[in-house]
């Protein structure tokens, strides 16, 4: 069964270090996603993305934040200078358009750990 | 912005029957959908309902009214994995809003 990808499955940086979180969504997908989930908190939208530009982004994702569509396979989130709250685990979430576009189906996430 | 409410956790019976509510008040409103999540992994989907009433699919259910802003996800014949957190969370425009999730304890 297809699946969203995301890797590492686990980064350590130090405060104000740029990390790049890497997703390759399901392959026919079309809108994509990212979430964050601090530990025992809720999870929380933070930028929708499709056909190659940014829709919709939330309050969290301010200017240390960008994402991109380097190729026809991945999706990243960049984190410019990360800062000690930027702890979490970071979802990518992907859904197909069409009928079921509103299914979103997430990875297995990426854990931030910053220092 | 965005409030979505669901009981912090409940307990049940291997076998039994267990109803979860939710309820939401949102800006927009394009579906409700239901996740379950097991400790430290992703949010795995389980239903989706965009219509008034009852979605079934095989152990679980979900229900929805509109006019009520309020939805509930039933898990019958429970099962030792059912053990995890159940996420309600309202779709609008392009973003999936959530709850803080509800700890199911399944007890042999």
């Known amino acids: 069964e297809p699946e969203v990808t995301q890797t590492p499955s686990h980064q350590v940086t130090q405060m104000g270090q740029e990390v790049i979180l890497r997703c390759v969504p399901i392959?026919?997908?079309?809108?994509f996603y990212w979430y964050r989930q601090i530990l025992g908190q809720k999870v929380e939208f933070l930028v929708s993305?499709?056909?190659?530009?940014?829709?919709?982004k939330s309050e969290i994702f301010d200017d240390q934040f960008s994402v991109e569509r380097p190729d026809g396979s991945n999706f990243t989130l960049k984190i410019r200078s990360t800062k000690l709250e930027d702890s979490a685990m970071y979802f990518c979430a992907s859904t197909q358009g069409g009928e079921a576009k509103n299914i979103q189906y997430f990875g297995a996430g990426t854990r931030l750990s910053v220092l | 912005g965005q409030n979505i409410d669901q009981p912090t956790e409940m307990t049940a019976t291997e076998g039994a029957i267990v109803q979860i509510n939710c309820t939401y008040q949102t800006s927009g409103f394009n579906g409700l959908f239901w996740y379950q999540q097991h400790a430290g992994e992703a949010p795995t989907f389980l239903s989706y309902?965009?219509?008034?009433g009852l979605e079934e699919k095989g152990r679980f259910s979900s229900f929805l009214s509109r006019s009520k802003g309020y939805s509930y996800l039933l898990l019958k014949e429970l099962q030792m994995k059912d053990s995890a957190s159940y996420l309600c969370?309202?779709?609008?425009?392009?973003?999936?809003?959530f709850g803080a999730g509800t700890t199911v304890t399944v007890r042999a």
């Open positions: 993305f499709y056909n190659n530009e940014i829709s919709e």
């Open positions: 392959s026919n997908h079309l809108y």
């Open positions: 309902n965009v219509l008034d």
């Open positions: 969370a309202v779709l609008t425009d392009y973003k999936l809003s």
